[in-house]
C-alpha cells in the first residue's frame, strides 16, 4: 500500500509570511504525528492528532498549530515565519494511539524562510 | 524528563569491522525503545524496537535498564549500512505516540 505522502516536498517563503504543510497518512492510519528536523536541534516532536483530536503537543510556540480531518489526512500551519523555522517537517502515522505501534514517516516537507 | 543522548556524531568503521552505534536514555518509568535509519535520499524508518527483540539486517540492540542504554551492533558492518542512526524513545504512559530523538549517529563505513 501507498506511504505517508507529504505536500508539498519543498517551500520557500518570506520573513512574516505564513504555511500550511500537508500530511496524507496511509490508508487505514489514523492516528498522525508531526516533526521538526533541524541540523541544530535535531527531532523534534510537535504534535500528534488521533481521530481529528491533538493528543500530545510539544514545547514550540503557538504560532505553530495543526488539525486532522474526518478522512485522517492532517495539515500543519506555521504562522508568521521566521528564519529559524527552516526546517524539514516530517510527518508520521499509525494504525492507532497504541503503545507498541510502530510509526511510518514521510518524506518530509523542506521549508525554507528566507 | 525524558531524553536521548547518541554520544558519537560520525562514527567510521571499515567492511567487516564490528559496530557499536551508542544510545543512552532518560525516562522515569519503562520506555519503548527504537532505532531508526534514515539512508542517502531516503526516508525515516524503523530498522529495530526493543520489544520485538529481533536481528535486522544484522543488527541487534539489547535494553539495560540497569545502564539506561540501548547500544546497537552489529559483528561485521557493510558499505550498505552507511546511513544516519538515531535512537529513540517512546513514553509508555497515556498512550502516546511521542518520540523523543537522540541528536543521530552518522555511521559510514569505508570499503
Known amino acids: 500500500k501507498a506511504g505517508v505522502t507529504q505536500t508539498p516536498r519543498y517551500l520557500i517563503k518570506t520573513r512574516g509570511q505564513q504555511v500550511t504543510l500537508s500530511c496524507s497518512p496511509i490508508s487505514g492510519h489514523r492516528s498522525v504525528s508531526w516533526y521538526q528536523q533541524t541540523p541544530g536541534q535535531g527531532l523534534q516532536f510537535l504534535f500528534e492528532?488521533?481521530?481529528?483530536?491533538?493528543?500530545n503537543k510539544g514545547n514550540f510556540p503557538g504560532r505553530f498549530s495543526g488539525r486532522q480531518f474526518s478522512n485522517s489526512r492532517s495539515e500543519m500551519n506555521v504562522s508568521t515565519l521566521e528564519l529559524g523555522d527552516s526546517a524539514l517537517y516530517l510527518c508520521a502515522s499509525s494504525f492507532r494511539l497504541a503503545v507498541y505501534n510502530e510509526q511510518f514517516f514521510g518524506p518530509g516537507t523542506r521549508l525554507t524562510v528566507l | 524528563a525524558q531524553r536521548v543522548t547518541q554520544p558519537e556524531k560520525l562514527l567510521s568503521v571499515f567492511k567487516g569491522a564490528p559496530v557499536e552505534l551508542k544510545c543512552n536514555y532518560s525516562y522515569s518509568g519503562s520506555p519503548e525503545l527504537f532505532w531508526y535509519v534514515q539512508y542517502s535520499r531516503q526516508r525515516l524508518q524503523l530498522l529495530l524496537r526493543?520489544?520485538s527483540r529481533e536481528s535486522i539486517k544484522g543488527f541487534t540492540a539489547d535494553l539495560n535498564k540497569g545502564e539506561t542504554s540501548f547500544h546497537l551492533k552489529k559483528p561485521f558492518a557493510q558499505e550498505e549500512d552507511s546511513a544516519m542512526y538515531y535512537c529513540?524513545?517512546?513514553?509508555?504512559?497515556?498512550?502516546?505516540?511521542?518520540?523523543?530523538f537522540g541528536k543521530g549517529t552518522k555511521l559510514t563505513v569505508n570499503p
Open positions: 526493543h520489544i
Open positions: 492528532y488521533f481521530s481529528e483530536t491533538q493528543r
Open positions: 529513540a524513545l517512546r513514553g509508555t504512559q497515556g498512550g502516546s505516540e511521542k518520540l523523543v
